[in-house]
Nanobody
Framework: QVQLVESGGGLVQAGGSLRLSCAAS????????MGWFRQAPGKEREFVGV????????YYPDSVKGRFTISRDNAKNTGYLQMNSLKPEDTAVYYC??????????????????WGQGTQVTVSL
């Protein structure tokens, strides 16, 4: 199995940027597909994007496409979520997750094998 720890969250003004990291330990990180989710207070968890094992396959939902970028560095066992042009509605706890499959339908439904503990992102006006 793999353990995931997110970092990099914080408070940022609208229009600003943040980069979240997801450090993995345990089994070889490169064998897992990695994704990001977020959950705002009182709302359901939302899929933010997914990246394949080698980093060549990436999928984003329309809600973040063009503003968020997912990447990974398998040598460092770390995944990243670069968030630009942040909006107050991006305020949420952000989670990274890992799975053995790159099935978009599963990822959009929140199906993953391993989850991090989350990191808070707050975007102020």
């Amino acid at each position: 199995q793999v353990q995931l720890v997110e970092s990099g969250g914080g408070l940022v003004q609208a229009g600003g940027s943040l980069r979240l990291s997801c450090a993995a330990s345990g089994r070889t990180f490169s064998t897992y597909v990695m994704g990001w989710f977020r959950q705002a207070p009182g709302k359901e968890r939302e899929f933010v994007g997914v990246i394949g094992r080698s980093g060549t396959m990436i999928y984003y939902p329309d809600s973040v496409k063009g503003r968020f970028t997912i990447s990974r560095d398998n040598a460092k066992n770390t995944g990243y979520l670069q968030m630009n042009s942040l909006k107050p509605e991006d305020t949420a706890v952000y989670y990274c997750a890992a799975s053995t499959t790159y099935i978009i339908g599963s990822w959009t439904k929140g199906v993953a094998d391993y989850w991090g503990q989350g990191t808070q992102v707050t975007v102020s006006l």
